[in-house]
């Protein structure tokens, strides 16, 4: 099955554990937002992408690109990627977002158009002595306040997005914040918290944990890169949380 192949080429293109490939193909992919290469019944290369929003117009952010390592240098990815761009262009997206795992990757991808784009802060904090207030939300009231906190320059990521994120991270609100976080041992990792940054070594000590790391709207960290197929669309400035 060509379900099989994609996931063979997932693990060892990205080296991700059985459970967590299985997460994006039980809550993310589609086969209408899949593009895939093959020589006879062989599966050479593969991108899949998510329906995103900015300002309006639709986003495609591409992700998991990859190729098989028997395959590599023969131009694979960029067949892949120069048909999924006309692809995405007939389809009636305003543009393509990815997010580069490697400087290598950036370059290559700026050969291609990309442009750099969403940029973000980072924290690095201690548990605080006092615990901040905060509780537990599903993915549909994330997806809510996520609306209302998310800065104007912000893309907008729902419906399979959330659920994908879901599948391996947990969603708290406070008096004025929002954070999606993930924990490993005592460390906490803020994939995004939106909001009153003042609280993160609060919701370190709330959660339970010694120390946190967050990603929070700024211009410290470039997240992404944009690629318009459309002469209206505007890079957005903020992602938020690149499935990395």
């Known amino acids: 099955m060509i379900i099989d192949q994609l996931k063979a080429l997932w693990q060892c293109s990205f080296g991700d554990p059985e459970d967590a490939i299985d997460a994006f193909f039980s809550t993310a992919y589609s086969p209408a ?3 895939v290469l093959m020589e006879g019944d062989r599966v050479t290369a593969a991108l899949y992408w998510l329906d995103t929003q900015y300002q309006g117009q639709k986003l ?26 006309k692809l995405l262009k007939g389809r009636g997206y305003a543009g393509i977002l990815l997010s580069p795992a490697s400087e290598g990757l950036r370059k290559m991808y ?12 980072k924290l690095s904090v201690p548990a605080a002595d006092a615990a901040a207030a905060l509780h537990p939300v599903d993915a549909d009231e994330y997806t809510r306040l996520r609306r209302q906190y998310l ?14 994120l879901a599948s391996f991270a947990k969603f708290y ?17 803020g994939l995004e918290l ?16 010694t120390e946190g790391t967050f990603r929070t709207p700024g211009n410290q960290t470039m997240l992404a890169m944009f690629l318009p197929l459309k002469p209206s669309a505007q890079a957005p400035g903020y992602l938020g949380f690149p499935f990395d």
């Open 151 to 164: 800065p104007e320059d912000g893309v907008v990521q729902e419906r399979e997005n959330i659920t994908y």
């Open 60 to 85: 495609a952010y591409l992700y998991a690109v990859a190729t098989h390592p028997d395959f590599r240098g023969r131009g694979q990815c960029r067949c892949l990627m120069t048909h999924t761009k």
């Open 173 to 189: 609100t406070g008096e004025d914040f929002l954070l999606a976080a993930t924990q490993e041992g005592t460390v906490l990792h």
């Open 110 to 121: 700026g050969g291609m158009g990309y442009r750099d784009c969403c940029y973000c802060g």
């Open 194 to 209: 939106l909001g009153n940054t003042q609280a993160a070594g609060g919701i370190v000590k709330a959660l339970g944990c």
């Open 33 to 35: 937002r899949c593009q």
